[in-house]
């Protein structure tokens, strides 16, 4: 049982996210709580140049909005929204919040990530907590 566990999702992925949250549930120590963070890439400067975009912190409430709406109402989830690699930021979220699991997702990718989606095997190598890694249920 874990006392702390962060669930990063995608919303390109969302079909995943009932089965992250489940599996959560079920691996939580009482009183525990679920972290879900979603990561949002920031725009290089070199590309911020020829194109015309918002700040990260109007992306940020309208992300939020959708996980709620997504997740529902929930006590025992926080939900975070961060800027960045997500390969990089979920292992330091993790750390920082005192994570002792980290539940991703994986699509199923071709050989290029081998066996893994490239974010959830940034999160596996630099992960200083234990990494679970879900699939999508097979159709």
Do not use: W
């Amino acid at each position: 049982m874990y006392s702390k566990i962060l669930v990063p999702v995608e919303l390109d992925h969302e079909d995943l996210i009932p089965q992250k949250l489940a599996q959560a549930r079920g691996m939580l120590s009482p009183g525990g709580e679920i972290l879900v963070l979603t990561v949002l890439e920031s725009v290089p400067g070199y590309v911020s140049e020829f194109v015309t975009h918002k700040p990260p912190n109007h992306l940020t409430a309208e992300v939020e909005g959708k996980l709620k709406a997504l997740i529902g109402e929930a006590d025992d989830v926080a939900i975070h929204v961060g800027t960045g690699k997500p390969g990089v930021e979920i292992p330091q979220f993790a750390e920082d919040h005192g994570c002792s699991l980290i539940i991703v997702g994986s699509h199923r990718p071709g050989i290029r990530d081998y066996f893994l989606g490239s974010t959830a095997a940034r999160t596996v190598r630099r992960a200083a907590c234990s990494v679970m890694v879900v699939r999508p249920d097979p159709a």
